[in-house]
């Protein structure tokens, strides 16, 4: 099973019963210069609810699926608590899992990363996501989401896929590690004012902005051959382990799936990023 499925793909099979649809839509509501806090994660159950893909379920991923005591956002709950959230949404070990979002596809990609890092290998993120299938005309439904049946679903995590500033802090002087930025540039540079803290970047990274990596008009991702130019364009080679990073350790996830899809295979996640980097004022920063 692939990283991507395609909108035709899915309404192929889209009465298989194994399969479990997951719409994972946040949106973040950006609070004032100063706060303490960069954002507040809202679930898109609104969005939800005014359409979806018929039979889908919805996955909220800060209320559900990360750890609640920190005051950083989106940091990954333990394995035992994101097993039990995986099987409440019906998720079994031999489900096809399918995840979709609106506007960006990094909740999506956010959820196929954890998944990957719990041992299930079965679950694709629909290319285009929502905004493509319903461009198309296809079935939509309305109305709270439903569920599915209590699944199975038994993790086997694996080490790697997730690591710390103090995995990030002995990169920084690894040869054999490139550390990847998927912010913009104007945030990888330092040019503007960071939501996050100090404005810049981890000393020694690159940048390659997970943006850069869809087309903001279809949410579609990048083929292979613009995606690998791209990250080849940084140095970024299969001998390279890769750590990548954002701001809060969601759009960092499109990096990922497109290097995975390329053949990568030492790929891991920063994943307190710059949330928790750039206001830890022990941890170097670099700006141009």
Same mark, same amino acid.
Not at 177 to 200: C, D, F, T
């Given at each position: 099973?692939?990283?991507?499925?395609?909108?035709?793909?899915?309404?192929?099979?889209?009465?298989?019963?194994?399969?479990?649809?997951?719409?994972?839509?946040?949106?973040?509501?950006?609070?004032? =210069?100063?706060?303490?806090?960069?954002?507040?994660?809202?679930?898109?159950?609104?969005?939800?609810?005014?359409?979806?893909?018929?039979?889908?379920?919805?996955?909220?991923? +800060?209320?559900?699926?990360?750890?609640?005591?920190?005051?950083?956002?989106?940091?990954?709950?333990?394995?035992?608590?994101?097993?039990?959230?995986?099987?409440?949404?019906? @998720?079994?070990?031999?489900?096809?899992?399918?995840?979709?979002?609106?506007?960006?596809?990094?909740?999506?990609?956010?959820?196929?990363?954890?998944?990957?890092?719990?041992?299930?290998?079965?679950?694709? @993120?629909?290319?285009?996501?929502?905004?493509?299938?319903?461009?198309?005309? $296809?079935?939509?439904?309305?109305?709270? =989401?439903?569920?599915? =049946?209590?699944?199975?679903?038994?993790?086997?995590? $694996?080490?790697?896929?997730?690591?710390?500033?103090? %995995?990030?802090?002995?990169?920084?002087?690894? =040869?054999?590690?490139?550390?990847?930025?998927?912010?913009?540039?104007?945030?990888?540079?330092?040019?503007?004012?960071?939501?996050?803290?100090? &404005?810049?970047?981890?000393?020694?990274?690159?940048?390659?902005? %997970?943006?850069?990596?869809?087309?903001?008009?279809?949410?579609?991702?990048?083929?292979? *051959?613009?995606?690998?130019?791209?990250? *080849?364009? +940084?140095?970024?080679?299969?001998?390279?382990?890769? #750590? *990548?990073?954002?701001?809060?350790?969601?759009?960092?996830? #499109?990096?990922?799936?497109?290097?995975? $899809?390329?053949?990568?295979?030492?790929?891991?996640?920063?994943?307190?990023?710059?949330?928790?980097?750039?206001?830890?004022?022990?941890? &170097?920063?670099?700006?141009?």
């Amino acid at each position: 099973m692939g990283e991507l499925i395609s909108t035709e793909e899915l309404a192929r099979i889209l009465h298989e019963p194994d399969l479990r649809i997951f719409d994972c839509t946040t949106r973040l509501d950006y609070q004032p =210069p100063g706060s303490d806090i960069p954002y507040i994660a809202v679930p898109g159950l609104d969005t939800f609810e005014a359409a979806h893909i018929p039979g889908a379920d919805f996955l909220d991923i +800060q209320g559900e699926f990360s750890e609640q005591d920190t005051r950083l956002r989106f940091m990954m709950a333990g394995t035992a608590e994101l097993e039990i959230a995986f099987r409440r949404h019906g @998720v079994a070990n031999d489900s096809r899992v399918i995840l979709y979002s609106l506007e960006s596809p990094m909740w999506a990609t956010r959820f196929w990363w954890t998944l990957e890092s719990l041992g299930f290998s079965h679950a694709s @993120v629909l290319d285009g996501g929502f905004d493509k299938w319903s461009a198309e005309g $296809r079935a939509i439904e309305r109305g709270p =989401p439903r569920g599915y =049946p209590t699944g199975d679903f038994t993790a086997a995590s $694996r080490p790697g896929f997730f690591v710390d500033k103090h %995995a990030v802090l002995a990169a920084r002087n690894d =040869p054999s590690v490139i550390i990847i930025n998927a912010l913009g540039p104007q945030y990888h540079k330092g040019l503007e004012p960071s939501r996050y803290g100090r &404005p810049g970047r981890i000393p020694g990274s690159i940048n390659v902005p %997970a943006a850069t990596l869809y087309d903001p008009a279809t949410k579609t991702f990048a083929n292979a *051959a613009d995606a690998e130019s791209q990250f *080849a364009a +940084q140095g970024v080679t299969k001998e390279k382990q890769v #750590i *990548a990073y954002c701001g809060g350790g969601i759009s960092a996830t #499109i990096d990922l799936l497109l290097l995975r $899809r390329l053949g990568y295979e030492n790929l891991m996640l920063y994943d307190g990023s710059m949330g928790e980097w750039a206001r830890d004022v022990s941890l &170097p920063i670099e700006t141009d």
